[in-house]
């Protein structure tokens, strides 16, 4: 029989991703748009973990059913880690995934070191009492400018550690054998077929 479970996402680029990674599981996967007056959860915390869990325990509460949240950050060797935790917000609070990236490419005009990595930090949340963290991550380098019509948020500017294409230019099969949240996900993968022989 089939579990359902909420995935704590309104980004369709993200949730496709998700439901790709999680297909061949007895799962019912719900957007957190299923659920009309879902909170939207302040991603305000000061790391990726706090986001995730701040995210997952929030829609866990209001839906009753076990919840996945993640939040995935690109921290840049040359700006010290930034964006990191605000790498959707980078270029403001209304920022778009373009102007995120125009902007990075202006913080990294001449720096020769284009040295980044994604990370992503799943949190699970099966009910009320219990918290699962998974973290995935993908090294690689940004670009001087964007490649790809694929994918999402930066992924026209990053090219994963021995590839030389972008993520935008993988296909979404390629992306997710090798991207960040591809990792977390497969950590939760293994977890879930487990969790799911004791529901």
Request: proline share 5%.
């Amino acid at each position: 029989m089939a579990v359902a479970l909420v995935l704590a996402t309104r980004n369709p680029g993200k949730l496709a991703e998700l439901k790709a990674l999680l297909e061949a599981f007895p799962v019912v996967l719900h957007a957190a748009s299923d659920f009309p007056g879902a909170p939207e959860v302040m991603e305000d915390a000061a790391t990726l973990e706090g986001n995730a869990v701040r995210k997952a325990r929030a829609l866990q509460e209001y839906t009753g059913l076990p919840a996945l949240a993640d939040d995935t950050g690109l921290e840049v060797e040359a700006l010290g880690g930034q964006p990191g935790v605000h790498s959707a917000r980078f270029a403001g609070p209304q920022a778009t995934d373009a102007e995120n990236r125009a902007h990075l490419l202006r913080l990294l005009e001449g720096v020769t070191n284009r040295r980044a990595r994604f990370r992503t930090v799943l949190a699970f949340a099966p009910d009320a009492q219990t918290l699962h963290l998974f973290e995935g991550v993908c090294s690689g380098y940004i670009l001087e400018a964007e490649r790809g019509q694929g994918g999402f948020g930066y992924d026209p500017l990053f090219v994963p550690e021995g590839y030389t294409q972008t993520f935008a230019e993988l296909s979404l099969e390629e992306k997710n054998q090798i991207s960040h949240r591809g990792q977390a996900l497969r950590a939760f993968a293994r977890f879930l077929e487990q969790w799911l022989n004791k529901v």
